[in-house]
């Protein structure tokens, strides 16, 4: 197994990654971001990867508390695990489930659940080679109805859902969300500049019904010079 090991000193972070496996960008962070703005002790990470949103809400938030870590593939778990190891001593607890998160069921009550879901169908656009990047960006194994229907039937009433999505899969998730009898809480437009149209989207999801916060972030100010508030989220700053 081929690694390089990536510092994030602004988060003081050592993250271990295939140099030719799926690698995290910036949408991890961004999803860390925003599940780090709710209040929750344990939290249920869905194809958790090389558990890098998991390190960086420790890191972004105060408090301690306990990640139940779902990871599919068996070499992308034992990565998983030496992430944790060479990051320690964490404030939080982590738990690592190498299992397929479609027949879990939680061994703690979670107050929320994330996970930067795959973005394109599988019958869709050009796969991969590389079968790890091929789950982590195709439904091979995770699709949108098998992830709401686990978050609908598996977790209590006051459980939030959290996922950052492309703005291609908008219309689908809101008919999606509907049909399971769900609701959006609040969702956060991610720009790539000021005068262009959003890219990706960050979605609150609920089981209880409530007026949809909008709100938008922009990720540069000009070519290559990230805006202040994603500076701060990367840890540049």
């Not at 879901?117 to 995770?142: M, Q």
Request: net charge positive.
């Amino acid at each position: 197994m081929c690694l390089e090991l990536t510092e994030l000193k602004g988060y003081n972070l050592k993250i271990f990654q295939k140099k030719n496996g799926y690698r995290f960008s910036i949408d991890s962070f961004l999803l860390a971001w925003f599940v780090s703005n709710f209040n929750f002790r344990y939290g249920i990470e869905i194809g958790a990867g090389s558990g890098i949103v998991s390190l960086l809400i420790d890191r972004m938030t105060v408090d301690k508390k306990h990640f139940e870590l779902v990871e599919v593939q068996q070499g992308v778990c034992k990565l998983l695990e030496r992430n944790i190891e060479i990051n320690k001593p964490l404030k939080s607890e982590f738990t690592i489930r190498c299992e397929d998160a479609r027949y879990i069921l939680p061994s703690i009550e979670p107050d929320i659940v994330f996970s930067n879901p795959p973005f394109t169908d599988f019958l869709k656009g050009k796969v991969s080679p590389n079968i790890e990047k091929a789950y982590a960006r195709h439904t091979y194994l995770l699709s949108l109805p098998s992830l709401l229907n686990w978050y609908k039937e598996n977790t209590p009433q006051k459980t939030g859902l959290i996922l950052i999505e492309s703005m291609k899969n908008f219309d689908n998730y809101k008919k999606a969300i509907s049909h399971f009898g769900l609701y959006v809480e609040k969702v956060v437009f991610i720009k790539p500049f000021e005068d262009k149209n959003p890219n990706l989207f960050l979605v609150s999801i609920s089981k209880q019904c409530d007026d949809c916060k909008e709100s938008y972030l922009t990720i540069y100010q000009s070519k290559g010079i990230y805006t202040h508030k994603v500076k701060q989220i990367l840890g540049i700053v």
